[in-house]
């Protein structure tokens, strides 16, 4: 198929653009110290000689997943480790990175040659295979638990790795990508003009089948679930593209390319999930109004987005956070003079009493327990707006009582994806505490224990 040398160099200029700049050099090192990334050499079968570099942070779980972490074209794995918030998310939720990195240096994955479409064919997936095996044979790493994410031709990777080792990954999340298989030109390293450009459309049973007939044939186990993402004025990888994943991964995971749920968890996002009948998402879907190639944002919610959807931020059974959640601007504890359901939250002195002590549940719910009763932080009525009051209520489940206590200080609304935020960046006794849009500021600062 026609290589685009114009388009490729497009991709290389936006990717530097955006701070995919060429790779740190790497140094070889014999182990993987805690809170550090490190080189593992010699770590298997590895026929295009990709490095491998593992981030094991310094609360690691017991028996901790893995989340295989993919650059884009002119990227390599250490900057995507210092650029992006996998690092710090693997901090707080104790699993393990692995951010491998092409050979040559900077260049794209392979997602286009035949041995690379086929598991255990050959080139790059092999060696990405060995990492994973690697890190759950030397570092605990649980094989049950693995998963892949990737930005640009990582995402592309993302969606051939879910292709062709369904038996392996959980889930998966492809920011900028395209679908399996549509950059196939049978060539290593091949540049499709017509795909980037978003102009390869098929059948939702089309893309399916080739997931099914070519990735891993006879295969008819469980199918990870899938995320994927795309800004709408995106002109290296056409936004095109997003469309035609939603309907692969839909068609493979069999459920109805009709969303389930359609909402707006942020400005300018449109999400749309899919769930199978017993109403479990199954394939999640990000547009997002105005955002070309430049995805995930660095300090933004949406790599805790991909953690959360894959279940990387789940407490271990047993585990969970206990303490008062401060506002870390006013120096207080988020409290409530009035502990009853319907009570709006307010921040306090801290005293260490019990309607200051909060558990984080496995649930990502946020639990206070006062005179035996145990009530759940809750977006009032299941509010989306800027304004909305965060109150206690009795615990339900639902997604306006699931939060997220994300890397950079704030703590969003899985449902809503607004910030928990100090009114009018008040300090005083009494302040209220309601939702808004996160801005960064001073007042959306919590730390939890």
Do not use: E
């Given at each position: 198929?026609?290589?685009?040398?114009?388009?490729?160099?497009?991709?290389?200029?936006?990717?530097?653009?955006?701070?995919?700049?060429?790779?740190?050099?790497?140094?070889?090192?014999?182990?993987?110290?805690?809170?550090?990334?490190?080189?593992?050499?010699?770590?298997?079968t590895n026929p295009t000689g990709l490095a491998m570099h593992l981030y094991v942070p310094g609360s690691v779980r017991?028996?901790?997943?893995?989340?295989?972490?993919?650059?884009?074209?002119?990227?390599?794995?250490?900057?995507?480790y210092s650029s992006q918030d996998f690092a710090s998310l693997a901090d707080r939720y104790g699993f393990l990175v692995i951010y491998p990195s092409t050979n040559p240096s900077g260049s794209c994955w392979d997602v286009s040659s035949d041995q690379a479409l086929t598991r255990n064919g050959g080139?790059?997936?092999?060696?990405?295979?060995?990492?994973?095996t690697y890190a759950e044979q030397h570092y605990g790493g649980n094989p049950d638990a693995v998963y892949v994410t990737g930005q640009s031709s990582g995402a592309m990777m993302t969606n051939v790795m879910l292709a062709d080792y369904p038996d392996v990954f959980k889930a998966g999340a492809a920011f900028m990508g395209v679908p399996y298989h549509c950059f196939r030109t049978g060539t290593v390293r091949g540049w499709n003009s017509a795909c980037a450009q978003g102009q390869v459309s098929a059948t939702?049973?089309?893309?399916?089948?080739?997931?099914?007939?070519?990735?891993?044939?006879?295969?008819?186990g469980p199918r990870p679930r899938v995320q994927v993402w795309h800004g709408t004025t995106d002109t290296v990888l056409s936004h095109n593209n997003l469309g035609e994943e939603i309907k692969q991964w839909t068609d493979v995971?069999?459920?109805?390319?009709?969303?389930?749920a359609t909402d707006t968890p942020a400005s300018g996002w449109t999400r749309t999930r899919y769930n199978n009948s017993a109403g479990a998402t199954q394939v999640e879907a990000y547009s997002l109004a105005g955002l070309g190639h430049e995805l995930p944002v660095k300090g933004s919610t949406m790599a805790?987005?991909?953690?959360?959807?894959?279940?990387?931020?789940a407490v271990p059974s047993g585990?969970?956070?206990?303490?008062?959640?401060?506002?870390?601007?006013a120096g207080k504890c988020l409290t409530g003079s009035d502990t009853a359901p319907g009570s709006?939250?307010?921040?306090?002195?801290?005293?260490?009493?019990?309607?200051?002590?909060?558990?984080?549940?496995?649930?990502?719910?946020?639990?206070?327990?006062?005179?035996?009763?145990?009530?759940?932080?809750?977006?009032?009525?299941?509010?989306?707006?800027?304004?909305?009051?965060?109150?206690?209520?009795?615990?339900?489940?639902?997604?306006?009582?699931?939060?997220?206590?994300?890397?950079?200080?704030?703590?969003?609304?899985?449902?809503?994806?607004?910030?928990?935020?100090?009114?009018?960046?008040?300090?005083?006794?009494?302040?209220?505490?309601?939702?808004?849009?996160?801005?960064?500021?001073?007042?959306?600062?919590?730390?939890?224990?």
């Open positions: 198929m026609f290589r685009s040398r114009s388009l490729r160099s497009r991709l290389v200029g936006a990717a530097a653009a955006v701070g995919l700049t060429l790779g740190l050099g790497l140094q070889a090192a014999p182990r993987a110290d805690a809170a550090s990334l490190t080189q593992i050499t010699d770590f298997g017991a028996d901790p997943p893995i989340l295989l972490a993919l650059h884009g074209c002119q990227g390599s794995g250490p900057y995507l080139s790059d997936p092999v060696g990405l295979m060995s990492m994973v939702p049973q089309q893309w399916g089948g080739l997931v099914r007939s070519t990735a891993y044939p006879g295969y008819t995971l069999g459920v109805s390319r009709t969303p389930s805790a987005t991909a953690i959360h959807f894959m279940g990387l931020d585990g969970g956070t206990t303490g008062p959640l401060r506002a870390v601007d709006q939250q307010q921040i306090r002195a801290c005293n260490g009493g019990a309607s200051q002590t909060w558990t984080r549940t496995s649930s990502n719910q946020l639990t206070v327990t006062v005179g035996g009763s145990t009530l759940c932080l809750d977006a009032n009525a299941h509010g989306t707006a800027n304004g909305t009051k965060a109150i206690v209520w009795a615990c339900n489940g639902q997604a306006n009582q699931q939060w997220l206590l994300n890397p950079n200080g704030t703590v969003t609304g899985v449902q809503s994806g607004l910030c928990l935020d100090v009114a009018g960046l008040a300090t005083a006794d009494g302040t209220p505490v309601q939702l808004w849009t996160c801005s960064g500021g001073r007042n959306q600062q919590w730390k939890l224990g």
